[in-house]
């Protein structure tokens, strides 16, 4: 279980990161991380640094609620 447990937030932890990196250069990727699909222009100029769309990132959101710390 520890193993799993420490797989898993190194995962997370890679993942903040390259998001972070982004976030900070304010690239977009012009597809969506998940589904492949295109990411529309305003949605990269309006939230910078951006890698899903608006459906996988709602999805992806919607994840975490109700899960604790």
């Known amino acids: 279980m520890d193993l799993c ?3 898993n937030q190194e995962l997370i932890d ?3 990161e390259d998001h972070y990196r982004r ?3 304010g690239v977009s990727l012009t597809n969506c991380d998940d589904c492949g ?3 529309p222009a305003k ?5 910078p640094g951006c ?3 608006v459906a ?3 999805g992806f959101e919607n ?7």
């Open 5 to 7: 447990q420490q797989i």
């Open 14 to 16: 890679d993942a903040l």
């Open 56 to 58: 996988c990132q709602t």
């Open 43 to 47: 949605r990269q100029i309006y939230v």
């Open 23 to 25: 976030r900070i250069t």
């Open 63 to 69: 994840s975490f609620k109700g899960r604790s710390k």
């Open 51 to 53: 890698c899903r769309c």
């Open 37 to 39: 699909e295109p990411i």
